[in-house]
């Protein structure tokens, strides 16, 4: 399967900011200039959870979707301060990012919680988008293919292959995370065949590989989407500090749009 066939994702992730007016304006920014336009990616806001509901709002009969950025395993019960999947699905959202390095690096995630999430998710009928990626001391101890193999394949335990459709992977690497070091294009295109390669070892399946999009995350700019766009293994991207800009989001988003395949070529 050719990357032409995969779906291409432009998701913005933004973290801890905007207030909801101004994730309302945000939202509304990047709807404006996108929603008369056709043959776009897929296109996903992972506002905070407070403005999920009025970015939601803004995005309603838009090109755009939704997605949260983190979410609790379990349905509900006594967990202070967390949110569910139903929770999600009744608001409207569809994605829902998994297992972010900042969710590991700063809140205990670990590689078998991101498996409780994917699941949780697999089993609401929500869009993951799972992250992975290397430590810049990993990278240097040449151990960037060990550990994002590791997470790729502790991530997907116990799920079986048609669990995997709708799957989406981010290759992130921690050192290029609001960094302005963007991971070289070839390299992030050598570690996304890594990724591929785990899975289709895993399930004894690269046609199941090769039908996941993997996303390239860290850094990235309108100035260097272009680089990660033409490599073959990479099917968009998971932008932080970028998406919090209208302008600079959608001149990503336009890069993608220019590598979709226009509707009435697909057979
Ligand atoms: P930056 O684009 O700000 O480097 O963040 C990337 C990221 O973490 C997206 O999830």
């Not at 755009?64 to 349905?75: E, F, I, P, S």
């Not at 699905?89 to 994917?118: C, D, M, P, W």
């Not at 960094?179 to 289709?200: D, L, M, P, Q």
């Amino acid at each position: 399967m050719s990357v032409k066939q995969r779906q291409l994702v432009i998701a913005g992730n933004w973290k801890m900011h905007k207030t909801r007016p101004e994730a309302r304006e945000l939202a509304g920014a990047v709807r404006d200039a996108l929603e008369t336009e056709r043959d776009l990616p897929a296109v996903v806001l992972c506002p905070s959870f407070t403005s999920l509901e009025p970015v939601l709002q803004v995005c309603v009969n838009s090109p755009l979707a939704v997605g949260a950025q983190n979410m609790d395993h379990r349905d509900s019960g006594a967990y202070t301060g967390e949110i569910s999947p139903p929770m999600l699905l009744e608001l409207g959202v569809k994605y829902v990012i998994i297992g972010h390095s900042e969710r590991r690096q700063f809140f205990g995630e670990t590689n078998a919680t991101v498996n409780l999430k994917l699941k949780a998710a697999v089993r609401h009928g929500l869009i993951p988008i799972v992250c992975v990626g290397e430590t810049v001391d990993e990278r240097e101890n040449h151990l960037t293919d060990a550990v994002v193999s590791r997470q790729t394949a502790a991530a997907l335990d116990d799920l079986d292959a048609a669990q995997l459709s709708g799957l989406i992977v981010a290759y992130e690497p921690v050192w290029a995370i609001g960094t302005g070091k963007v991971c070289e294009a070839v390299e992030a295109n050598r570690v996304a065949a890594v990724i591929r390669s785990t899975i289709g070892n895993l399930y004894a399946n690269r046609d199941l590989a090769a039908s996941i999009p993997v996303l390239y995350g860290g850094s990235v700019k309108a100035s260097n989407i272009d680089e990660q766009l033409a490599q073959p293994e990479l099917d968009g991207a998971l932008v932080g500090g970028a998406s919090l800009n209208a302008e600079e989001f959608v001149a990503i988003i336009r890069s993608a749009q220019k590598k979709v395949q226009p509707a009435a070529a697909k057979s």
